[in-house]
């Protein structure tokens, strides 16, 4: 059973960019959320998203924006990217909303110059 | 709005010690998860407590709750070296949904041999 395939798993940009990144979650599971890692603020929750449909969203600036594609895939984007966005972007996979098993990617390491 | 502490957030112990990490959290839960991440790595899930006096073990963790203290515990018994990593609490309002998971600061564990 494959995992949660977070890519790239490395990234570069420069201030002012956007970026786009992808999570493709567990077969058969249909909710994704994200996270961002930071050493300042650690663990912080995102968005999560079921059936195509963004259910709840953390406290971020309307830079952070997702979707969720019908094979359950994942995207996040992040746009005018600033110096404080550079972070481990994680993705957990669940099997449904309210499900209590989050399964996390190795996740994406976004590094702003 | 939701808060989870966790002490201490530095620890470093010798090999065959046993101690405790805490987690508090503020507000009520229905589930409480303990992860557990090596550098540069992803989130490994270690467990999932959802009722009050709920105990769970593994190797050399024992994870509890007390859902009415608001408080969880991570007990490492005899410690070896390969736990050196950092802990995570993470914890989900309660209802389930797609409210995401508060994770707190995390507890960094060195284990000296």
């Known amino acids: 059973k494959a995992g949660v395939t977070q890519t790239p798993r490395y990234l570069i940009k420069t201030r002012g960019q956007q970026v786009t990144l992808s999570c493709s979650p567990i077969s058969g599971h249909r909710s994704v959320s994200w996270y961002q890692q930071t050493p300042g603020q650690g663990l912080q929750f995102l968005f999560e998203y079921f059936s195509e449909t963004q259910r709840n969203k953390g406290n971020f600036p309307g830079r952070f924006s997702g979707r969720q594609f019908s094979n359950s895939r994942s995207e996040m984007n992040v746009s005018t990217l600033e110096l404080g966005d550079s972070a481990l972007y994680l993705c957990?996979?669940?099997?449904?909303?309210?499900?209590?098993?989050?399964?996390f990617g190795s996740g994406t390491r976004l590094t702003v110059v | 709005e939701l808060k989870v502490e966790q002490n201490p957030l530095f620890l470093s112990m010798q090999e065959g010690k046993n101690y405790t990490i805490y987690c508090n959290y503020s507000?009520?839960?229905?589930?409480l998860y303990w992860y557990r991440q090596d550098p540069g790595k992803s989130l490994e899930s270690l467990f999932v407590?959802?009722?009050?006096?709920a105990v769970k073990q593994e190797g050399r963790l024992m994870a509890s709750l007390d859902t009415k203290a608001r408080l969880s515990t991570l007990h490492i018994t005899a410690a070896v070296h390969d736990l050196s990593a950092t802990y995570f609490c993470?914890?989900?309002?309660?209802?389930?949904?797609?409210?995401?998971?508060?994770f707190g600061k995390g507890t960094h564990l060195i284990i000296q041999p």
């Open positions: 507000t009520t839960s229905d589930r």
């Open positions: 993470a914890v989900g309002l309660s209802g389930g949904g797609a409210d995401g998971l508060t």
């Open positions: 957990a996979s669940i099997p449904t909303i309210g499900s209590l098993g989050y399964t």
């Open positions: 407590l959802l009722s009050n006096g």
